[in-house]
């Protein structure tokens, strides 16, 4: 399985979750919820705030002083955000997509440390069916404002033997 990584969470034996998380993209081009705020799905409006925020990503995408993103270029992996953490240090850890990171980084329901709770409740697969969840309730956007109604979402889940 091809796991694209947008956020890694690593959970520590004495501290919260430290997030790795490259929002270069967003930095530069801006986030999904501000670029579509107030925008209902199908809508003229939506499509054109769409529009203009995918160009403005494509103009910085895998450019010095841009976003890279390695499915468009494998070349791009040398700019990855990389760390390294001892085993024996960590509780728990996952790596999650975009789609899969929406209810705390765009909608803000949960924190990382009560999003990785969720996940060792309902694991990986509950954890997926709670984001379409969320996104089936607001099937137009008008709560949590986004680019479209349902993103892909993967993740991987590690728990370090006991």
Known sequence: MLLKVYASCIDGQDEGPEVTCDLSIEEIS?????????????????????????????????????????AADPNAAQYAQVASYPIDAMRRAAVLSDGATRPV??????????YLDLM???????????????????????????????????????????
């Open 30 to 70: 801006g986030t999904e919820p501000a670029a579509v705020a107030g925008m209902q799905f199908g809508i003229p409006e939506h499509a054109n705030a769409l529009a203009e925020l995918v160009a403005r990503q494509t103009a910085t995408r895998n450019r010095p002083g841009g976003w890279w993103v390695a």
């Open 105 to 114: 980084d765009q909608m803000e329901i949960y924190g990382w440390p009560e």
């Open 120 to 162: 060792d409740k309902v694991g990986p697969a509950g954890l997926i069916a709670n984001v379409r969840s969320v996104e089936s309730n607001d099937p137009q956007g008008d709560r949590y404002p986004r680019t479209k109604r349902h993103d892909d979402a993967s993740l991987a889940q590690f728990m370090p033997p006991a």
